[in-house]
């Protein structure tokens, strides 16, 4: 019968793979198949990050319950980011106390991660979204190209951050980046949005920007919103946080508009309005030597969320900061400390790596049958664990077993169901 497998060669195929599993975790000291429901002989201790005494402020309201811990995407960048409290080298002097639940300091041009806090632990993003905003929309835009805004642009929250655009109004591209990274406008965000998403519009960027999320290997960072105002199920950690934080960093115009102090939104006399200025509300770049710029981020859910860089002798370091409160240091003075800190380090210190970004060929499309352009449940572990695998972060043995795990279960289960039915496989039909 065609589509048939006799049986002695199907036992012979989940036998090689179980013993391939079996052979795989004995070589990386992992638990094999008989023993993967035993507790783990050794547990690791989990030690806290230095925090201030200081009273929670009143009315803050509770933290958004996050999706559950996925073991493999916690040790995306090294097996020691896997914890919820601090990681640093050893011998390192001591991190600053800080309010932010988690952080990262890592290196923006090797890639070493220099410490961190709950490096993988979900997090609210904030207006540090717009991060990755830039990082999906701002190579595809002419910076020159003039537009028009149009009504849904203007659909915010009340009371949230905004440059100021006019319904109908025109700008340019670059100054719609401008009042994206100075002021932090959610308006921008909008438009850009809208401008990146083409015929999709809005939409559609939100597809791309967790498609590139997942090229950028952020795997635990899920955008609703374009400008990071707060949606049912947005996430991030502060370890992808450095990852979209490397790709903007990288681009000359983000680079440019992040240093930028003040802008000229331009009068539009068509609609019988002036111009006005903003000016940059990432006050790193005033108050830090060798300031690269960053983000800035707030809502009452989030708190406060930041990232930053800055370049002392010939290195540059990002810090990246989430769930923040504003006593006693601000979220952009908690950056500080934390870039103070990573240049204290000597240049091969490393607690882990930041994965290096997928090829374009592999890139997650918007076709993803999981939608939001997160990769296929099924896939998106045995991503994480051949990306990190090859950046220096899990075992090889243990990105092993995962891959070989993965594949093994989908074939066994195709193989016992043919065995039952002894029908032709049908086309799968979606649902």
């Given amino acids: 019968m065609r589509g048939y497998t006799p ?4 036992r012979r195929v989940v036998a090689a793979l179980a013993a391939a599993v079996t052979a795989f975790a004995a070589a990386a000291a992992l638990p094999g198949p008989a023993d993967a429901a035993q507790p783990a002989a050794r547990k690791v201790e989990t030690i806290p990050c230095p925090r201030p005494t200081v009273k929670p402020p009143k009315g803050r309201p509770a933290r958004p319950i996050p999706p559950k811990d996925d073991p493999v995407l916690r040790a995306v960048g090294g097996d020691g980011l896997a914890t919820d409290g601090l990681v640093v080298p050893a011998g390192s002097p001591r991190p600053p106390a800080l309010t932010a639940t988690s952080w990262l300091v890592a290196d923006l041009d090797t890639g070493e991660v220099l410490g961190g806090c709950g490096p993988h632990v979900y997090g609210t993003p904030a207006s540090v979204q717009k991060l990755l905003l830039v990082a999906t929309v701002m190579d595809k835009l002419d910076p020159k190209k003039v537009i028009t805004v149009t009504p849904g642009d203007l659909d915010i929250e009340p009371g949230s951050s905004a440059v100021g655009l006019l319904k109908g109004g025109q700008y340019n591209v670059s100054t719609l980046w401008l009042g994206l990274l100075l002021n932090s ?19 559609a960027t939100i597809t791309d920007m967790n498609a590139e999320a997942k090229r950028l290997g952020a795997y635990q960072t899920h955008a609703v919103t374009p400008s990071g105002l707060d949606g049912p199920g947005q996430f991030t950690s502060a370890y992808d946080l450095a990852l979209i934080a490397r790709s903007c960093f990288a681009k000359p115009d983000f680079r440019k508009y992040a240093l930028t102090e003040t802008a000229k939104i331009p009068a539009q006399k068509r609609l ?35 990232v930053g860089g800055a370049e002392r002798n010939g290195r540059r370091l990002v810090a990246t900061v989430l769930g923040a409160e504003a006593a006693p240091l601000r979220g952009w003075q908690q950056g500080a400390a934390l870039l103070d800190w990573g240049f204290s380090l000597p240049k091969d210190a490393s607690v882990g790596k930041l994965v290096a970004p997928a090829s374009t060929d592999a890139q997650v499309t918007s076709a993803d049958s999981s939608g939001a352009g997160a990769a296929p449940e099924q896939d998106r572990p045995a991503a994480a664990a051949a ?9 090889l043995g243990m990105a092993a077993v995962i891959a070989v795990v993965l594949a093994a279960t989908p074939l066994q289960h195709l193989l016992t ?15």
């Fill in 417 to 431: 169901q043919r065995r039952r039915r002894r029908v032709p496989r049908r086309t799968a039909v979606p649902r």
């Fill in 272 to 306: 019988k309005k002036g111009g006005f200025q903003i000016q940059n509300e990432n006050k790193l770049i005033y108050n830090y030597k060798g300031a690269l710029g960053g983000k800035t981020g707030f809502t009452k859910l989030a708190r406060h969320s930041y």
């Fill in 7 to 10: 049986p002695t060669t199907r």
């Fill in 387 to 395: 990306r990190t695998s090859a950046d220096r972060g899990l075992s």
């Fill in 185 to 203: 406008g959610n308006d921008a965000a909008n438009t850009l949005a809208r401008l990146g998403g083409g015929a999709g519009g809005l939409p």
